[in-house]
């Protein structure tokens, strides 16, 4: 009897244990041949782009939890009856009303407007119309001989600080003043040439006669001619 009782309780132990899931089943699919069966005919459907083959028998899931019941039951009330989600292929899709998107990179586009011929010939055409423009002189500015300081600069050859023209001994002390008024002293030279300088300098920008007003330099503009 006492050996009888512990035999009957490990019994109902045993009773009351779950069961073990069976392991040759795999994870999500009913086994593994079912398994490596339906990714071969995906593989097949992608590379030929066939119908897909019929849905295979229904797999048997784990239960549900009531938070993915609830989010199902929501889902179902927005969708109406019977409605199938679908997506609608790149060639159905209407084409776009912007004419002023170039479609000449879809191959399906043009493909279905040229062949390799025809577009052989609108090349052809676009190449008979090609012109070469030769260049021609820059044509003169009006402006009454006025030089602009470029022109004057490539004109005159003598340095900076070389005493050419004449010049009044009192403009010396507004000069400073006067060029302050300017941003560059490009623009200063600009003003300067215009007012009648380098003979005259009225707008007093230019003390020592050299006829470049405020420090202006024509060094760089007679580089580039040399180059």
Not at 3 to 16: S, T
Not at 38 to 60: C, H, I, K
Not at 149 to 158: D, N, T
Not at 214 to 227: D, T
């Amino acid at each position: 009897m006492r050996i009888i009782l512990p035999l009957l309780a490990v019994v109902a132990v045993a009773a009351c244990a779950p069961p073990v899931p069976d392991s040759a089943a795999g994870v999500g699919f009913e086994n593994y041949d079912t398994y490596i069966a339906q990714q071969r005919a995906r593989d097949q459907q992608l590379r030929t782009g066939a119908a897909p083959a019929p849905a295979a028998a229904p797999v048997a899931t784990q239960p549900q939890t009531e938070a993915q019941i609830t989010a199902a039951a929501a889902v179902a009330a927005v969708r109406p009856a019977g409605a199938v989600t679908t997506t609608t292929p790149a060639a159905a899709r209407p084409a776009s009303n912007n004419s002023q998107i170039s479609d000449e990179q879809d191959f399906g586009a043009v493909s279905a407007r040229q062949s390799i011929e025809s577009d052989a010939q609108r090349r052809a055409a676009q190449s008979a119309q090609y012109q070469v423009v030769q260049p021609t002189a820059v044509p003169s500015r009006p402006g009454g001989g006025t030089p602009t300081p470029i022109e004057f600069a490539v004109q005159v050859r003598h340095p900076v600080g070389q005493k050419t023209y004449t010049r009044s001994p009192f403009g010396a002390s507004k000069a400073q003043a006067n060029c302050a008024a300017y941003v560059t002293s490009d623009l200063a030279q600009d003003a300067f040439l215009k007012a009648g300088g380098p003979e005259r300098d009225k707008l007093k920008l230019d003390p020592d006669g050299d006829g470049y007003a405020c420090g202006w330099n024509p060094a760089k503009y007679r580089q580039l001619v040399r180059n």
